[in-house]
């Protein structure tokens, strides 16, 4: 199996740009998708296959994916965007987790 | 419009068995090269796969669960279930299940919390 990194917070400005990271060795051969969980809700995915966008999902949520590190990035950042984030990928075998980021919007 | 939906107990004593089920309506969860699985979440903690299985009969277990651990499938009642016996305290968590197409998770359930206590 393998391991997800991502920091455990990080705080915006609203209107500024969130970068949330997802590192892990040569990651950027798997693809990876990003959920975002509110509490009391069910996650949402909001970024698939590194850098795709489900329907209904904003523009402001982009991906990449390169080498060791995905990065989930929220642009123009806004209240309603604060929540927990957490990055995830499959070897075709197991799927694994990222820790989580809580992205405050201060 | 595909819905996941968890049932089962929310209270398990230690050392039994967490039995639940997720029904699918929308579609049959025979069709498509879908796979379908259990993530959960403890108290203060992220999300964990549990494991998934495919229709064809293949099933993957988290590995450190993977001795208490079973998810089964009944295709006329479109539902599959977890069961994860000898539970302790730290299977205490959100159970969610959810369609795994291809290497994400498109359609959850709005989970169950299940507690494990005397």
């Known amino acids: 199996s393998f391991d997800l990194s991502q920091p455990p917070s990080v705080s915006v400005s609203p209107g500024q740009t969130a970068i949330i990271s997802c590192s892990e060795d040569k990651l950027g051969e798997k693809f990876v998708s990003w959920y975002q969980l509110r509490p009391g809700q069910s996650p949402v995915l909001v970024i698939f296959q590194d850098f795709k966008r489900p329907s209904g999902i904003s523009e402001r949520f982009s991906g990449s994916n390169s080498g060791n590190t995905a990065t989930l990035t929220i642009s123009e950042t806004q209240a309603l965007d604060a929540a927990d984030y957490y990055c995830q990928a499959w070897d075709s075998i197991n799927v694994v987790f990222g820790g989580g980021t809580k992205l405050t919007v201060l | 419009h595909l819905q996941l939906q968890e049932s089962g107990p929310g209270l398990v004593k230690p050392s039994e068995t967490l039995s639940l089920t997720c029904t699918v309506s929308?579609?049959?969860?025979?069709?498509?090269?879908?796979?379908w699985g259990w993530v959960r979440q403890p108290p203060g903690k992220g999300l964990e796969w549990i494991g998934s299985?495919?229709?064809?009969?293949?099933?993957d277990y988290k590995a450190s669960l993977k001795s208490r651990l079973s998810i089964s499938v009944d295709t006329a009642m479109n539902q599959f279930s977890l069961r994860l016996t000898s539970v302790t305290a730290s299977d205490t968590a959100i159970y969610y299940c959810?369609?795994?197409?291809?290497?994400?998770?498109?359609?959850w359930g709005q989970g169950t919390l299940v507690t494990v206590s005397s």
């Open positions: 929308g579609d049959s969860i025979t069709r498509g090269n879908y796979y």
């Open positions: 299985f495919y229709v064809s009969g293949r099933t």
């Open positions: 959810a369609r795994l197409w291809s290497s994400w998770f498109d359609y």
